[in-house]
């Protein structure tokens, strides 16, 4: 939630925290039938949507569609591949969330 609220006020729209707990318990409701991993929230596709600038929810199918992609083609590539490379990626995001102005 703090995540979500933290775009929320820079994009400036408002977050139904209810609405958002709500659709998180429903999607892990659902894919304990499928026996699919708990559903959290997704920091990093939110921070990749920011950084690039996405406008529409279609950007979310697009990053589906690439990372079944990837995940069919290059899974044994991937399999070696450090923690710290993949962290990496995620704290790219980082610096373009921080206000250095607001935290002041």
């Keep these: 939630m703090a995540v979500g609220r933290s775009f929320a006020s820079i994009k400036g729209y408002h977050l139904d925290g209810n609405k958002e707990m709500l659709a998180m318990g429903c999607m892990n409701i659902a894919g304990s039938f499928t026996s699919c ?13 920011f950084s690039a600038r996405s406008q529409s929810s279609i950007s979310n199918i697009v990053m589906a569609v690439t990372v079944i992609l990837c995940l069919e083609l290059f899974t044994r590539l991937l399999y070696y591949t450090p923690m710290a490379i993949l962290a990496s990626i995620i704290l790219s995001a980082f610096p373009r969330l921080i206000d250095i102005r607001e935290a002041c």
């Design 37 to 49: 991993y708990v559903v959290t929230g997704s920091f990093s596709r939110t921070a990749v949507n």
